[in-house]
């Protein structure tokens, strides 16, 4: 199959004209790539607990790219050119937000907030707002509506659903992009290297676990993978 695109951990490959088969690799990085390692079976993880989430989305009425899991490290998936955004949702403050705007950590929300970056990791994915992304031409003004309330509406199901493990969902970044008939769909991977997630003694179960050294990855997301497969 040709290889279409190599990111940190992931390499998507050509399977038709109208599907990719994403690999997940043991690949891991922080920092825009300033913190490199290869963590042997965290691709399996993230793959598991991806396909489980996505298809989960998928039986809510959120339309994915997930079309089957093929193996431990393989995903079909629906081909869509991705829209350079991280979407960025937060229900509590940790990470970036705490730097950038001197809140403090474990502030709970009222209200989730959404946040566009501009995925470009040469510029460093900087935060852009709607007017930008429209005068790049990144997407509509009905496009970024649109992503927002999906992205709203997907936050409301993965809160519930982790609430159902007694994990908090913090905050997690989200990936769109469209097929081949301007359909948009929610694409990329949902994982512990996505989101944040906590338990009730606000333990971090995700890969704060490898950028702050903090415990060992592995045993958070198998412990992740076993909780929503046990309750799938
Ligand atoms: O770093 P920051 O606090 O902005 O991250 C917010 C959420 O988005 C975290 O769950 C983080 O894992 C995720 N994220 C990501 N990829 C990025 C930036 C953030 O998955 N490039």
Redesign the pocket.
Known sequence: MKQLYQGKAKIVYEKSPQEVVIHFTDGATAG?GAKKATIEGKGVLNSRISNLLFEYLGENGVVTHFIKQLNDRDTLCRKVTIIPL?V?V?NIA?????RRLGIEKGTVFDQPTVEF?Y?NDDLG?PLLNDDHAVALKIATREELDHIKREALKINDLLKSRFYSIAMTL????LEFGKDDEGVIRLADEISP????LWNNENISF???LFREDSGDLIEGYEAVYHLLEETS
């Open positions: 825009n991280e960025i937060r940790s990470g970036s937000i705490v970056s995925k994915d913090v905050d997690f970044k290297d996505n989101c944040r995700d890969k704060d």
